[in-house]
């Protein structure tokens, strides 16, 4: 349980789509087993109830192919149906065996599923007790405590296969239009009330149909050219099915994180006993909900809902179904997550889950006080704003600091953002240009960025899926990454932009007389690597003729410009490369739109009726990835699947759309010395929740007294 175990190419080939994974989850779904009477109890333990027999995740690991299958991938069958055995004799956190000695608590039997999951810790059984201590930035910086917990229908095993989480099971037809899922009976919010279909059915409703909540329909539940949101059916107390009009076999990869992100209109569990108070259809009195939202100064009860009630961080009143629920907001100087008492996970001995009593997150302005916390040890598991340019800074205080610096491997990219979209008419054009993009690209030593700024220890490629990922494409990591100055001015001048003024700097080709310049906007900020790297992209530019300049801008401020298309270009990097079909290749397809290089346009794919949105010119190559794309999504085959893949990839070297200079960063994970269950040279990637991969709550402290807050 201990040894370090690392992700291999040869095992990523075990999972190429989730069309394989979700047949493979479904016929090895977790099946109700005999939990094994408990060898020692953690350290700390409570006086046990009895609990119910859980049912643990596949732990088998599938044969490990040489070569992704080639073979059409089985039609699913459906997951075996066993009784549940007789519970089974677990324990609890102290803190909890206190609320229900006092009454103030049901006993442990009455609050976990009939059948809960089982979560075995790298690190074997843990110990109760503790806090995790981490460091945050602010509201805008939500998806470090959000990622803590984030795991959702299904999760990520450790060669990731896919397996059920807050879901018991599921099955698909044979085109995946039609996906039948299992909640666990028993399963319980954090107030007690049981999470049933009632759940779903007011999520879809009342809120994924409620033009007010959502004018359009998150596009994760839509399917086809005319995107047709899905129907849901409810099949019973715990059984729904979600049927779409077309096949959809990467579905379960949006069901992979979500866990109270329903704000976001991604998740699609409701408290729904909670939440109709709020919702104007439900309220006992609409004018006072209406007036209550204007005091609280929001524009309608809508934006009331969604943005202060129904946000986990923002209201620690709404229920959850995580490992830990929100004690206070996410706007205090220190933010606490505490432990659900209703959580359904229990380790592989029947004792409930999570082992760690609160998280933590102080909020910090200035990278330096961050950094001091590390040096003087007061951060205890994060590697999430720890950066690798301060390596040797954190290796030098680990016996001071009492921690250890793990180095995981990175999806991340170093890129730039050229917006295709931007409000900018002479920048558009500009930036449309397919010779200018190559210049751009060609006129970055990456060899030189890479030593000076990032000590070598990154990779010179354009942003494309990881060596290690099942989509790993050279032709276009590779693409124009060569430094060749002369032919970026070259092409440059072939484009139309060969007069420059006397400052050396090109002209716009209208005859204006003006310098072609344009803004750069990230959040990296002065002094730091990633703002050092701008910097030198700026000069590297300025060395060809053109004029660039980089600017700050604050994590909420530059949300703002891009959610408005008010940005030109951005320097942001890029991520989710590792199984890039996951977030439905969202970076590639400018569907994501915090990497803004088509930042109008990814708007329209998501939502036509956002007064940003603007529909591409008919004959832009951006249709022939999107329409790509629809094969790939319809696909149930792994192998064909990720043959269309690249079709999109191929377009991506051809046209450049984002222009990356290095990737396959290595990453440092401040892990304290004592902190259990994190292992050395994980991935790090935005789809597998970063450092919180091997799922924090079965993560402990081998001595839980010295580490409570």
């Known amino acids: ?349 029947g004792n409930q889950l999570p082992y760690v009593d609160q998280i933590q997150h102080r909020l910090f302005e200035a990278d330096e006080v961050f950094n001091l916390w590390i040096t003087n040890g007061e951060i205890d598991f994060q590697g999430r704003r720890v950066a690798m340019a301060n390596y040797t800074l954190y290796k030098e205080a680990e016996a001071a600091g009492d921690y250890k610096v793990y180095i995981s491997n990175t999806a991340n990219h170093v890129a730039i953002q050229c917006n295709l979209t931007t409000k900018n008419e002479r920048l558009r054009e500009f930036f449309n240009e397919r010779n200018v993009r190559i210049a751009l690209s060609l006129a970055v030593n990456r060899d030189e960025m890479n030593e000076l700024v990032f000590n070598g220890l990154y990779t010179p490629r354009q942003y494309s899926p990881m060596e290690q990922s099942p989509q790993y494409y050279p032709k276009l990591s590779e693409a124009y990454i060569e430094y060749d100055p002369d032919e970026a001015n070259r092409l440059l001048d072939e484009a139309g932009y060969a007069e420059k003024g006397a400052d050396g700097f090109r002209l716009w080709k209208d005859g204006s007389g003006e310098t072609l310049s344009f803004i750069i906007e990230g959040t990296a900020e002065a002094g730091t690597p990633d703002e050092d790297a701008a910097q030198l992209a700026v000069k590297y530019f300025a060395d060809v003729g053109v004029k660039a300049t980089y600017k700050y801008a604050e994590r909420s401020l530059y949300t703002e410009h891009f959610t408005a298309n008010d940005i030109e270009a951005a320097w942001w990097g890029g991520d989710r490369t590792l199984l890039p079909l996951a977030p439905l290749a969202a970076i590639f397809r400018g569907y994501q739109t915090d990497r803004p290089w088509a930042c109008a346009w990814g708007i329209w794919l998501q939502d036509p009726g956002n007064p940003t949105a603007e529909k591409p010119p008919e004959d832009h190559w951006i249709w022939d990835i999107w329409n790509t794309w629809d094969e790939v999504a319809r696909e149930v085959d792994p192998q064909k699947q990720t043959e269309k893949f690249y079709g999109i990839l191929d377009i991506w070297a051809e046209e450049l759309p984002m222009i990356g200079f290095l990737g396959q960063q290595p990453s440092p994970v401040i892990v304290k010395n004592g902190f259990m269950g994190y292992l050395e040279g994980m991935p790090q990637d935005d789809t597998i929740g970063d450092e919180n991969y091997l799922v924090p709550a079965t993560h402990y402290w081998d001595d839980p007294a010295k580490h409570t807050v």
């Open 1 to 349: 349980m201990t040894q370090k175990r690392k992700i291999t190419r040869r095992k990523f080939l075990q999972l190429s789509t989730v069309a394989a994974a979700g047949i493979a989850a479904t016929a090895c779904a977790a099946q109700p087993t005999e939990a094994p009477a408990p060898q020692e109890a953690p350290k700390e333990e409570a006086p046990k109830e009895e609990a119910p027999a859980p049912t643990e995740a596949p732990k088998e690991e599938a044969p490990a192919p040489t070569e992704a299958p080639k073979e059409e991938a089985p039609a699913p069958t459906e997951a075996p149906v066993e009784e549940a055995p007789a519970a089974a004799a677990g324990g609890e956190a102290p803190m909890l065996a206190d609320l229900v000695a006092k009454g103030e608590l049901p006993p442990l039997a009455e609050r976990l599923p009939t059948v809960p999951l089982v979560l075995a810790g790298r690190a074997g059984v843990g110990n109760y007790g503790g806090t995790i201590r981490r460091g945050f930035k602010g509201v805008s910086d939500r998806w470090g405590p959000t990622k803590m917990h984030d795991q959702f229908f299904a999760w990520f095993d450790e060669d990731l296969n896919l397996y059920p989480f807050i879901l018991e099971s599921w099955e698909i037809n044979d085109d995946a239009s039609e996906w039948t899922f299992h909640l666990r009976p028993g399963t319980k919010w954090s107030d007690g009330v049981e999470l049933t279909t009632d759940d779903i059915q007011w999520w879809y409703e009342n809120q994924m149909l409620n033009k007010d909540l959502f004018p359009s329909v998150y596009i994760k539940w839509t399917t086809g050219t005319e995107k047709t949101p899905l129907t849901l059916e409810v099949v019973d107390k715990y059984a729904f099915k979600m049927k779409f009009v077309e096949g959809k076999p990467l579905f379960l990869y949006d069901l992979t994180r979500g866990t109270g992100m329903e704000a976001f209109g991604v998740g699609c569990l409701s408290p729904s006993h909670y939440m109709k108070q709020f919702h104007k259809d439900f309220a006992d009195d609409p004018a006072a909900l209406e007036a209550a939202a204007k005091e609280a100064g929001f524009e309608s009860w809508a934006q009331y809902y969604l943005e202060s009630q129904d946000y986990w961080y923002m209201n620690p009143e709404r229920p959850v179904v995580s490992a830990w629920r929100a004690k206070n907001k996410l706007s205090e100087e220190l933010f606490v997550m505490e432990r659900n008492p209703y959580f359904f996970a229990v380790d592989p001995e």
